[in-house]
């Protein structure tokens, strides 16, 4: 064969590179959309009615965490492109029938049980509610459980438009579900009560499924002009399904491990009242950003390049990579988690700080986004460490140790809440202690499998970016003492302003500090952008 014929072949085995770039800016665009969500409903019906609300919304949007978007979608992209790839898109279209229907039946069959069981469901996730609202957390469940059948399919979907190297449309899919979650919610929260009381959360459920139907619908047209065109298939006995239901379970379990920590917490929050289960949701999702920015950023560009090393004979730079890693996410957060300590007042403010959002509200959840922030750097650190474990094919590792980490959140929880009294922040105290002890552990079970991560390289990068850290969080302090009538003004743009301010002055004290010590990641990135402008310059 010529290099001719063989150049259709190349192509679709090279990286999309500007595909990935869509892709980093439509999560960026759903992320922003789903903090612009929460700030709205927040502001409209304050913390306890937001309580109950987001006790409802747990247990479906835990299974489509569990099942939609992580485990079913990677298992089927995976099967689904080596169909396309050695059997031609008209079998590969056969096995896309047959799994749409299977998600159906299996996923209709769920809603349909959690819509019957949402009592006892509701009994284990806000057993510290009252008897009234418990009967409205049940009523919201059971209009939201359709909710997981609806994100099932669109993942599927996903994964069809992926495997056809279509990128566009799907990524941008959850931005049309937060759309449709916050015009839905809105309008149908006002019809049924222009005060946004209780009768309007009913409103948030029927706007939660809108958001999830536009998910679906949104991406149809384009599988359409792919070619897929559906028709029921029962034929179930099938090795491409059979691999994508193998492939499944030990995602399914890693990440159960996870989502049961966020059910144990949420329950727990149940018996502080309804706001505070508010108030751990609202500082865990600011904590996600950082992590989702620097952690999540840091574990994907690393995960191909020691999955290559790892298919090697020669392994001995995997472990230094991986510790190179580590560092490199070490020196992102380790100042986003001094940030999000002294400056969680502030920011609590500007974000959530709005109409019904009361200041006891705003403080109360700053005190758990300090908490939260003191696992920030292990959180990044698991980020990192887990995929790796897979790339060696020791993927029960990371569950086991998981499963380790729920033993200690639960027996924390209980102890930090009942016994020290610690309300809402103990929640959040649990779950770095946990976080911590996870890495810990990883570290060391991945020293040992690896040989080095070089461990002397990543203290003296966690000593020097201390320091560093160190002289942001004096700043951000000094900042909260002297700048406080401007930080809490009654202007928002005021404190936002005054709060861009500090945040931009603390980062620059913070990298100038890491060049004057010599910070390893703080040189690359220097090194990487003369070189780029010395490339444009010539």
């Known amino acids: 064969m010529s290099s001719a014929g063989n150049a259709p072949q190349a192509s679709r085995h090279k990286l999309n590179t500007k595909a990935s770039g869509i892709i980093a800016l439509a999560v960026m665009c759903s992320r922003l959309l789903g903090l612009v969500r929460e700030i709205l409903f927040n502001a409209l019906f304050g913390a306890e009615l937001m309580g109950i609300f987001k006790i409802a919304f747990r247990a479906p949007n835990l299974l489509r965490d569990l099942f939609a978007e ?119 929260g006002w019809w049924l009560d222009p005060a946004f009381g209780g009768r309007a959360l009913t409103g948030l ?19 359409a002009r792919a070619g897929f065109r559906f028709r029921l298939d029962f034929k179930w006995r099938d090795p491409g399904v059979r691999q994508i239901l193998v492939l499944m379970v030990p995602s399914v379990i890693a990440a159960s491990a996870v989502q049961v920590n966020v059910m144990v917490n949420s329950s727990f929050a149940s018996t502080l009242g309804k706001s505070a289960v508010t108030w751990i949701d609202s500082a865990f999702r600011l904590m996600q950003l950082p992590i989702g920015i620097f952690g999540v950023a840091v574990a994907t560009i ?30 992102l957060t380790l100042p986003s988690a001094a940030g999000l300590w002294f ?87 649990s779950t770095a202690v946990a976080a911590s002890a996870n890495f810990l552990v990883l570290y060391v079970l991945m020293h040992r499998t690896a040989g080095t991560l070089k461990t002397k390289r990543l203290l003296s990068t966690l000593g020097r970016c201390g320091i560093a850290s160190a002289a942001l969080g004096v700043t951000c302090w000094a900042a909260t003492r002297w700048l406080d009538g401007w930080l809490f003004d009654a202007h928002f743009m005021v404190r936002l302003l005054s709060l861009l301010a500090v945040i931009g002055s603390a980062g620059a004290i913070y990298l100038g500090l890491c060049v004057a010590m010599r910070v390893e990641a703080t040189q690359d990135a220097l090194g990487a952008i003369l070189r780029r402008i010395r490339r444009r310059s010539a």
């Open 205 to 223: 459920a029927i706007g939660t499924l809108i958001g999830g139907s536009l998910q679906l619908l949104v991406q149809m047209p384009s599988l």
């Open 302 to 331: 690393t995960l191909p390049v020691v999955s290559r090393i790892a298919a090697n004979v020669d392994r001995s730079e995997f472990g230094p990579t991986l510790g190179r890693a580590l560092r490199l996410a070490a020196f």
């Open 70 to 188: 992580g485990a079913l979608s990677t298992a089927f992209i995976t099967v689904f492109s080596k169909k396309i790839e050695s059997e031609g898109d008209g079998a590969a279209w056969a096995l896309a029938s047959k799994m749409f229907t299977l998600a159906t039946v299996f996923m209709s069959a769920v809603t349909l049980m959690g819509i019957i069981f949402a009592r006892p469901l509701i009994g284990i996730l806000a057993w510290g509610f009252n008897p009234k609202d418990v009967e409205a957390t049940v009523w919201l469940t059971q209009i939201m459980f359709p909710f997981i059948l609806m994100v099932s399919l669109a993942a599927l979907v996903m994964g069809m438009l992926n495997s056809k190297n279509i990128f566009g449309v799907p990524a941008m899919a959850s931005s049309f579900f937060n759309i449709g979650s916050i015009a839905g919610g809105v309008l149908f």
């Open 343 to 429: 400056l969680a007042g502030p920011i609590m403010s500007v974000i959530y700080g709005h109409y019904r959002y009361t200041a006891r509200d705003t403080e109360q959840s700053a005190y758990v986004l300090q908490f939260y922030a003191l696992g920030l750097v292990a959180y990044s650190g698991i980020k990192v460490l887990s995929p790796a474990f897979y790339a060696i094919n020791h993927k029960w590792v990371p569950m086991l140790v998981s499963f380790s980490s729920i033993a200690l959140n639960i027996g924390m929880n209980w102890l930090l809440i009942f016994h020290a009294h610690f309300g809402p922040r103990g929640l959040a105290l």
